[in-house]
């Protein structure tokens, strides 16, 4: 068995806890090289998506991701809204009205929500941006799905790669958005967009784990 529209509500749900509990993180990482807003911005996007799963119950997980895709982009100011409403959009048209989603399936909608993130911010690796999160994260899913792995398995890949990626922005000069205006000052900081991409990436992984039974993937 694979994962179902309720894994992809939990792990709305998980994303929503997380974004709250660190949101005072996340508005520090911002505060040091961006408008310090990306916390409060995360936290209030994510209270409107469970808003919007509470009025429209999904009954597919591409439903529920289309969903959070139009309450963030009408909820979340600045830059954050637009990247993660694509990323969430294009991973709902990759699943489509699947219900029984396999590694790669869960592995396809990773890397669309990642093209959609380079589309919208013409981003690349090593920009410090949360595609250095996104990226390690796809490329591990895939190989993990190329091997064979269940979807629980490629979302721990994913999820692990991500904080890998995370943490590597620290060291990074920004090439992109408002931290680039800080040219060397960027440096020494950790992205605030491939932090919250990790925690998510880390939610959906904590998801497919309660949905199999899996007791062994750490909460969020």
Do not use: C
């Not at 916390?39 to 509470?54: I, P, W």
């Not at 396999?102 to 090593?126: F, N, S």
């Amino acid at each position: 068995m694979g994962l179902g529209v309720d894994w992809a509500v939990d792990w709305l749900k998980l994303s929503a806890k997380a974004m709250a509990e660190h949101r005072t993180e996340l508005i520090e990482l911002d505060r040091a090289i961006g408008d310090s807003d990306h916390g409060e911005n995360m936290d209030r996007g994510f209270q409107a998506v469970l808003q919007k799963l509470d009025e429209t119950p999904p009954e597919t997980a591409g439903a529920a991701l289309k969903a959070a895709a139009m309450a963030l982009m009408s909820k979340v100011g600045g830059a954050a809204g637009p990247l993660y409403g694509t990323a969430y959009l294009r991973a709902a048209t990759s699943l489509g009205d699947a219900t029984d989603l396999d590694g790669a399936a869960v592995a396809g909608a990773l890397a669309a929500a990642r093209d959609g993130v380079v589309a919208r911010g013409k981003a690349e690796l090593g920009d410090k941006t949360m595609v250095d999160a996104w990226t390690p994260a796809v490329d591990a899913a895939g190989t993990a799905a190329a091997k064979g792995a269940d979807a629980l398995a490629v979302l721990k890949a994913a999820a692990e790669a991500a904080e890998v990626g995370a943490a590597a922005t620290d060291p990074l000069v920004a090439r992109k958005g408002r931290a680039s205006y800080l040219g060397e000052r960027s440096a020494g900081h950790r992205d605030p967009g491939a932090a919250s991409t990790a925690l998510l990436l880390r939610a959906a992984a904590a998801a497919a784990a309660g949905s199999t039974g899996d007791a062994g993937t750490d909460a969020v």
